[in-house]
């Protein structure tokens, strides 16, 4: 394989990577925080998506408050959006607390609809 054809190969499988992502994002639109009524991408709870060639999918997320009661049935709803994702094929979600979660997280869709300004 040449030089050319290991880079285009690279790129497409990037090109790839990143669609994959854009629909595990979309998917986690999906997953509505009960207490905001705003998901948790836009509330700016989800750290980082990790896909490994396996087909397991690590999210790292933190949530508004350290004690949340809601954090299991958070996790469920994650795991039920990432079965419409046929590369996923199994979830691992992982709370964090650095950085610590603040409303300077959130999208300015989020904002707008909580009236925060």
């Given amino acids: 394989m040449s030089e ?4 285009q190969a690279t790129s497409e ?5 990143e669609e994959i ?12 925080d009960p207490e905001l009524g705003i998901d948790v991408v836009n509330l700016g709870l989800i750290y980082g998506i990790d896909l490994n060639e396996a087909g397991l999918c690590h999210i790292k997320m933190t949530l508004t408050t350290m004690g949340c009661p809601l954090s ?3 996790n469920d709803e994650i795991n039920q959006a990432m079965h419409e994702i046929p ?5 691992e979600v992982e709370l964090v607390w650095y950085p610590a979660w603040s409303v300077d997280k959130m999208s300015r869709y989020a904002r707008i609809a909580l009236g925060i300004h």
């Fill in 13 to 17: 499988q990037d090109q790839n990577a």
């Fill in 72 to 74: 299991d049935l958070l």
């Fill in 21 to 32: 992502k854009d629909r595990i994002l979309t998917a986690l639109e999906s997953v509505i």
């Fill in 4 to 7: 050319e054809e290991k880079a």
């Fill in 87 to 91: 590369e996923v094929k199994d979830v």
